[in-house]
């Protein structure tokens, strides 16, 4: 089946330093899946941080980027200068994309990011 | 801003027992989802709904039953609760099923089975 790594927390790192969450994916039952991260801030729920739907292409929000590799089944999230406020849980996950509004979510196990000031 | 509301939002019940989750939301949205979360795992779908009165199974549907009553409410019904099924839910919904549409959460409910 479908299925999604990421990099195993808690990631710990100081504020204005860089950030690499991995993810990669295997997508065995669908031939082009759209690729997604999502977050979860304390206390709240899951939020979109950004998505992409076509291989080669990035996707970025709120200082967050991330690259759809289709070569290296790959979605890697990256931020060149985290903040305090960006301590969450951020989960990758691989959708289908019939289109006709079907698929569904595939996430990963999440991967809780601390940083401190 | 899309609004999905799960109550309550913690749960301690003991085996045997009988437990409803319950979502409500207010975005109009068609889709509505129920996914647990255990360490170690992602989120797993238990069920799903693209309306009143229906009901598809997910992925892990095993001793759980839900019921769409309305647009706006899902409810997610323990009726033998077990200790295997201490985890944290979350209630989703989206405007329309898939895995190109942004699914919108809730904050969650930590349910803890004795």
């Known amino acids: 089946g479908d299925s999604v790594t990421q990099t195993e927390g808690p990631v710990t790192v100081s504020e204005s330093e860089s950030l690499i969450i991995n993810c990669t994916y295997s997508?065995?039952?669908?031939?082009?899946?759209?690729l997604f991260w999502y977050v979860r801030y304390p206390g709240e729920g899951l939020q979109l941080l950004l998505k992409v739907i076509t291989a080669g292409q990035k996707g970025s929000s709120r200082g967050f980027e991330a690259t759809y590799n289709k070569e290296t089944t790959s979605f890697h999230l990256q931020k060149a200068s985290v903040q305090e406020s960006d301590s969450a849980v951020y989960y990758c996950a691989l959708g289908e994309n019939t289109g006709a509004n079907t698929g569904k979510l595939t996430f990963g196990h999440g991967t809780i990011l601390r940083v401190h000031p | 801003e899309a609004a999905v509301t799960q109550s309550p939002r913690n749960k301690v019940t003991v085996t045997g027992g009988n437990v409803t989750l319950s979502c409500r939301q207010t975005n109009s949205h068609n889709y509505m989802y129920w996914y647990r979360q255990d360490t170690g795992h992602g989120l797993r779908l238990i069920h799903y709904s693209y309306g009143a009165g229906n009901l598809q199974i997910g992925d892990v549907p095993d001793g759980y039953k839900a019921t769409r009553t309305t647009q706006e409410d899902f409810f997610l019904l323990l009726e033998l609760a077990s200790p295997s099924q201490t985890s944290l839910y979350f209630c989703?919904?989206?405007?329309?099923?898939?895995?190109?549409?942004?699914?919108?959460f809730g904050a969650g409910t930590r349910l803890s089975v004795l």
């Open positions: 989703a919904s989206s405007a329309s099923w898939g895995g190109q549409n942004t699914l919108y």
């Open positions: 997508a065995t039952s669908i031939a082009y899946p759209n």
